[in-house]
C-alpha cells in the first residue's frame, strides 16, 4: 500500500508530466498509474523525480511510458530510471 505523502508526489509528478505530454496518453489516470506502477516496480524516487530538471525529468517519464509492460507491471528493455532509490 502506498502512503499518502508518496500519493501526493506521484499527483504532483503526474500534473507537471501532463502539461507535455497529455498527447502521449489516453487521460491523465493513466500517466498516474504508469508512476505509480514503475514507483512499485524500481522504487522511484519520488522527490529526486519531481525536483529534476526537464531533460532528467522527461527521460524518466517517458521511458517509463514507453518500457512499461502494463500487463507484467514491470520495466522491460533493460530500461532503468535514473531516479530510483539505490540502497
Not at 38 to 45: F, I, R, S, V
Request: hydrophobic share 35%.
Amino acid at each position: 500500500m502506498i502512503d499518502q505523502k508518496h500519493v501526493d508526489l506521484i499527483i504532483e509528478i503526474t500534473d507537471r508530466a501532463w502539461v507535455k505530454l497529455k498527447n502521449n496518453y489516453e487521460d491523465k489516470l493513466s500517466l498516474m498509474m504508469d508512476v505509480e506502477t514503475a514507483y512499485q516496480d524500481c522504487l522511484l524516487d519520488l522527490q529526486k523525480l519531481l525536483d529534476a530538471d526537464d531533460f532528467n525529468f522527461y527521460h524518466d517519464i517517458i521511458g517509463i511510458g514507453n518500457n512499461l509492460n502494463r500487463q507484467t507491471k514491470k520495466l522491460e528493455n533493460c530500461f532503468l530510471p535514473r531516479y530510483t532509490k539505490q540502497d
